[in-house]
């Protein structure tokens, strides 16, 4: 590890980096989201391929519907049954009400008729939903993006049989811009950076830290990153903490599992 002391220049408002350490780090993947299909079928279309950068939303599988299609249509058809016993319980309920009123019907049967209203009206309520979760059954035979990012090699072919109580991967999305990069740092080094800087808290001096990169290549990457956190425990073995850096990553420079030297310099 180096440590590299800079001293501030008396007169200069500008701030001045006081410390800079290297540190061996590793590319990460910002995200890492596991597509799932929410419902059993077939899969009938697959509309990404391995490597392919998708945006929130895309669609990416498609599984068959059409017994999905059928269920709507009958849960469609129930509902304008059950429409229509209500408005019949209606109609027979209001004609109950007016011989009541005229004195020449039965108290019990204008009282049959109004909860025969009211079974109808559930009946509706009933059906309404059963159709709402028959049209929901059906948007789900199409999976779409939960996050934008790389799509991995799909994990099931056209053809396949998926169930949704057993769990079943169907895909994978990794966010890769941003990416993070992961760098370890000892705690005498933390403690030395934290004095160094003046700041009162480990959060205050994170966002002094200033990040860069050199490649394997020996480039160094033109985008400059920022700390984000650290690890909450100290590995007790080596007495280190583990720090993640954020970086742009618009061209695709930074693959997950690229080795690269962290730069971080420390500013007051």
């Given at each position: 590890m180096l440590v590299l002391v800079v001293l501030l220049v008396p007169g200069q408002a500008e701030s001045q980096t006081l410390l800079e350490f290297t540190f061996p780090g590793r590319v990460e993947p910002r995200q890492r989201v596991q597509v799932a299909n929410q419902i059993n079928g077939v899969v009938k279309m697959i509309h990404v391929e391995a490597g392919q950068r998708v945006t929130?939303?895309?669609?990416?599988?498609?599984?068959?519907?059409?017994s999905y299609r059928i269920d709507v249509a009958s849960a469609e058809a129930a509902v304008a049954e059950a429409r229509a016993r209500l408005a019949l319980a209606e109609?027979?309920?209001?004609?109950?009400?007016?011989?009541?009123?005229?004195g020449v019907g039965a108290a019990a049967s204008a009282a049959q008729s109004v909860l025969e209203v009211?079974?109808?009206?559930a009946g509706v309520a009933k059906a309404d939903a059963q159709l709402q979760s028959a049209r929901l059954a059906l948007e789900r035979t199409q999976i779409y993006a939960p996050?934008?990012?790389m799509a991995q090699r799909p994990k099931v072919a056209p053809g396949a049989f998926v169930?949704?109580?057993?769990?079943?991967?169907i895909g994978e999305i990794v966010q890769t811009d941003p990416v993070l990069v992961t760098y370890r740092v000892s705690y005498a080094d933390r403690q030395k950076a934290l004095i160094?800087?003046?700041?009162?808290?480990?959060?205050?001096?994170?966002?002094?830290?200033k990040l860069s990169l050199e490649l394997p290549s020996g480039a160094i990457y033109p985008e400059t990153g920022r700390a984000l956190f650290e690890s909450s425990e100290i590995d007790g073995a080596t007495g280190m903490l583990t720090v993640w850096g954020e970086f742009p990553n618009p061209l695709g420079t930074l693959i997950p599992g690229l080795d690269v030297s962290v730069v971080s310099k420390i500013s007051r």
């Open positions: 929130q939303g895309d669609l990416m599988y498609s599984l068959d519907d059409a109609d027979v309920s209001g004609r109950q009400a007016q011989l009541q009123q005229r009211n079974i109808a009206r996050i934008s990012g169930e949704a109580e057993g769990g079943t991967v160094s800087s003046g700041q009162a808290s480990v959060a205050e001096l994170y966002k002094s830290v």
